[in-house]
Structures are given as C-alpha cells and as structure tokens.
C-alpha cells in the first residue's frame, strides 16, 4: 500500500531555478528518504531524515521533516538539466512488522534548458 | 566501494514459467530488500531479509518468494508468471536498521 502521496505530480521549470517537492505520510517513522529515478533505471539515494531531525542538507538539496504535519518537502535550488528525473519519498514506517519502505507515487521532474 | 548489484539486468519468459532474480548487496550490508515497480501501482514492498532471515514480508501472493544466503546475497523467485508481473524488480540492501537503503539498477522482467 503506498503510504506517502507527492506534490505535485509532475512540476516543470526553467534551468538555474528552484524546485520544491513535497510528500505527505500517515502513519509515525523511523526515517525518511528520498530518491531519484531516471527513465525506469535504479533508485539513487539522496538524503536521509530522521524522525528526530528538522532539516538536512546536501550540495544543492534541502530536506525539511514536520512529523506533528506527517509531510517532508525536497528542496532542489539552482537545477540543472541533468536533475530532470522521477523524485519519490520512501518511509520507514516505525511500526513493529511494517514494511522496510513505503513509496510515494513520485514527482516527475523536468528542467527545461 | 561496489553498489547493489542485481542480474540479469533484463529477462523475457512465458506465462506460467518460473524465474529466479539475484542481487548482490553492498559488502558488509546484511538487509536486503526487494520492490516491484509498475506503472499502475508504483514501488511495492515485496520482501526483506537479515541475516538470511525473512523479518518483512509484503501484500504479494505466495509464488513470490525469495531466500538469503550466509554472504548476504539474496535471490527472489516467481513461479507460475503472469503477464502483471511484468515490472521493474529492485533490490535494495542497508547496513542496519534506520539506515540509507541503497538500490542496485534492477531487473527488467517481461512475461508475454
């Protein structure tokens, strides 16, 4: 079952400037992370939150965590053509047996040069 | 530091054959978990082992199954295909618990 939904679906902007994506979850975490996909190839990792964490950079990404909103946002600044992908938000739910990661349906990214 | 490798990167069988996926985990890793990924269903939680034991098992019918060896190399299984399980299957291995999952590139299955 997917817990996580993503917003927006699909988002377009121009090269060198800024992209938000945001992702809402139900149920409490351990962690959150988010991934990049090009084209149906493997998932490529980029950052983990923990559910104690706030805000986590790295490079050009800037994850922010509100567990009393259940929501993470993934902010991308001064995007490049090669950030033009698939974004998703995988939870690890904390609930004993839950799965390992629960997926959102993704964003679809496009930088248009 | 080698990633998660997965093989075959793209196979092809018949309805009601069986197929055998493999994944190689990053060394040192003991978790490894595997996702299907459609277009109509996203990325699905099918199963996760540690320490060559199954701890989480997702919504997915009995002829998936899957097996983890003593060096942390996992394989998964489907008996009896079916065209819906055309997919993207993913192989994910962490460190531990509350760890990054790092995914290999994936295995292509098409059932005709």
């Known amino acids: 079952s997917q817990q996580g939904e993503e917003d927006p679906q699909a988002l377009s902007i121009q090269e060198g400037e800024n992209a938000t994506m945001n992702c809402s979850y139900k149920?409490?975490?351990?962690?959150l992370q988010w991934y990049r996909q090009n084209s149906g190839r493997g998932l490529v990792h980029l950052i983990l939150?923990?559910?104690?964490?706030r805000e986590k950079h790295s490079g050009r990404l800037r994850v922010t965590l509100d567990t009393s909103k259940k929501s993470s946002s993934l902010l991308i600044t001064a995007s490049r053509a090669a950030d033009t992908a698939s974004y998703f938000c995988a939870t690890a739910p904390s609930i004993q047996g839950a799965q390992k990661l629960v997926f959102g349906q993704g964003t679809r990214l496009t930088i248009n040069p | 530091k080698a990633g998660v490798t997965q093989t075959p990167r793209y196979l092809i069988k018949t309805r009601g054959q069986q197929v055998t996926l493999s994944c190689s985990p990053i060394s040192g890793h003991r978790s490894v978990s595997w996702y299907q990924q459609t277009p109509g269903q996203g990325l699905q939680f099918l199963f996760e082992?540690?320490?060559?034991?199954?701890?989480n098992k997702g919504n997915f019918p009995g002829r998936f199954s899957g097996r983890q060896f003593s060096n942390s190399r996992s394989e998964m299984n489907v008996s009896t295909l079916e065209l819906g399980d055309s997919a993207l299957y993913l192989c994910?291995?962490?460190?531990?618990?509350?760890?990054?999952?790092?995914f290999g590139q994936g295995t292509r299955l098409t059932v005709v």
């Open positions: 994910a291995s962490s460190l531990a618990d509350d760890y990054e999952a790092f």
């Open positions: 939150i923990r559910s104690n964490e």
């Open positions: 082992y540690f320490s060559e034991t199954q701890r």
């Open positions: 149920t409490s975490i351990n962690n």
